[in-house]
């Protein structure tokens, strides 16, 4: 895995990749491994469930979504100033919240979820699992990245 990072690192360097298609490289080697983990732990990761960014102005950022992509709002947090949008299902959560043009972090949905069980697991393999305000968990991976763990 450490070959594939290093390659998608370079290519970005070089500029033949944009941040964007980094990101969503990097996610999928995420996902992938925790998948192979599974195997190992219990915890199986279906899919990738959401993106929350952060965003310097929600409603700037919220109709770039819905004109861009079509999405629409299927959820709001406003004391804590979250927009979830999608097309039946969450893709993306906007959040204002400095600092801004940041990914606050990515979720990964697991099968068969069980608070209980998937705290455990993440434990025995040495994550500190955080509550969630909203569902799941989060852990930092070993770059310092939010990863949120909830149901798939």
Do not use: W
């Not at 629409?72 to 999608?86: A, C, F, H, Q, Y």
């Amino acid at each position: 895995m450490e070959a594939m990072i290093a390659s998608l690192v370079d290519r970005f360097e070089k500029g033949a990749l944009s941040r964007r298609e980094l990101v969503r490289g990097l996610t999928m080697l995420a996902a992938g491994g925790a998948a192979a983990d599974a195997q190992e732990n219990g915890i199986k990761a279906a899919k990738i469930d959401h993106v929350s960014i952060q965003v310097s102005d929600l409603p700037r950022s919220v109709a770039f979504y819905q004109k861009m992509f079509g999405l629409t709002i299927l959820s709001e947090d406003k004391p804590n100033e979250i927009v979830r949008l999608g097309g039946g299902k969450v893709l993306v959560s906007l959040h204002h919240k400095s600092p801004t043009g940041l990914v606050d972090h990515f979720a990964i949905g697991v099968e068969k979820f069980n608070r209980e069980s998937v705290a455990r697991e993440l434990k025995a393999h040495g994550a500190n699992p955080e509550e969630n305000l909203d569902a799941g968990f989060h852990i930092k991976d070993p770059e310092g990245i939010n990863v949120q763990i909830v149901a798939a």
